[in-house]
């Protein structure tokens, strides 16, 4: 009764068989594609000696109307300050008994390992990828000092305050 509600044959070899004929028909159809110039920008080419099947890159599409209004609300409300930008002027406070960075570059640091952490990227993908001249170490270094549950909570709680307090202004103001 399974295979009757999916329309397939209960006989392996007549399934193959089918799959087969399908292929065929799929390989045909792309081979006088191919013939014709007419695949859509697939292309067959040579790289290092070797058959290569070339795609042409997808043009940028139309952002969805829904995302869009989505962003518009949240600009309107809370306007273009990036959450991440807030979390990085909180208090980061470290468990060394001595600390030697100039806040400017503690900053820079403290946003490089929250944008690796906060998007899954982690540390040494953000080290390697970026031009902003700081090592995978002196990162790890800030991670290990500043970045803790304690301090995340009070940049938190920091944040959201002041999230309220603007949600606050902003409804009095109306």
Same mark, same amino acid.
């Given at each position: 009764?399974?295979y009757?509600a999916?329309?397939?044959?209960q006989? %392996?070899?007549?399934? @193959?068989?089918?799959?087969?004929?399908?292929?065929?028909a799929?390989?045909?159809?792309?081979?006088?594609?191919?013939?014709?110039?007419?695949t859509g920008?697939v %292309?067959?080419m040579k +790289?290092?000696?070797?058959?290569w @099947?070339? /795609?042409?890159p997808?043009?940028k599409?139309?952002?969805?109307?829904? $995302?869009?209004?989505?962003?518009?609300?949240?600009?309107?409300?809370w306007g &273009? &300050?990036?959450?991440?930008?807030?979390?990085k002027y909180?208090?980061?406070?470290? =468990? %060394?008994?001595?600390?030697?960075?100039?806040k400017?570059?503690?900053? #820079?640091?403290?946003?490089? =390992? $929250?944008?690796g952490?906060?998007?899954?990227?982690g540390?040494? #993908?953000?080290? /390697? &990828?970026? +031009?902003?001249g700081?090592s995978?170490?002196?990162l790890r270094? =800030?991670?290990h000092?500043?970045v803790?549950?304690?301090?995340?909570? %009070?940049a938190? =709680?920091?944040?959201?305050?002041?999230t309220?307090? /603007?949600?606050?202004?902003?409804?009095?103001?109306r």
């Amino acid at each position: 009764m399974y295979y009757a509600a999916l329309g397939q044959p209960q006989d %392996a070899g007549e399934f @193959i068989t089918v799959l087969q004929s399908r292929l065929r028909a799929s390989l045909d159809r792309f081979d006088r594609a191919l013939a014709e110039c007419n695949t859509g920008g697939v %292309a067959i080419m040579k +790289k290092h000696g070797e058959p290569w @099947i070339r /795609v042409s890159p997808r043009g940028k599409q139309d952002e969805p109307e829904s $995302l869009v209004a989505i962003k518009a609300e949240i600009e309107r409300r809370w306007g &273009t &300050t990036d959450p991440l930008d807030s979390l990085k002027y909180a208090e980061f406070t470290s =468990v %060394a008994t001595r600390e030697n960075l100039s806040k400017d570059v503690l900053r #820079r640091r403290l946003l490089l =390992v $929250l944008f690796g952490l906060g998007t899954n990227m982690g540390i040494k #993908r953000v080290a /390697v &990828t970026g +031009k902003h001249g700081e090592s995978e170490a002196a990162l790890r270094r =800030v991670r290990h000092l500043f970045v803790n549950q304690t301090n995340m909570r %009070a940049a938190l =709680v920091k944040l959201v305050n002041a999230t309220f307090a /603007v949600r606050g202004r902003q409804a009095a103001g109306r």
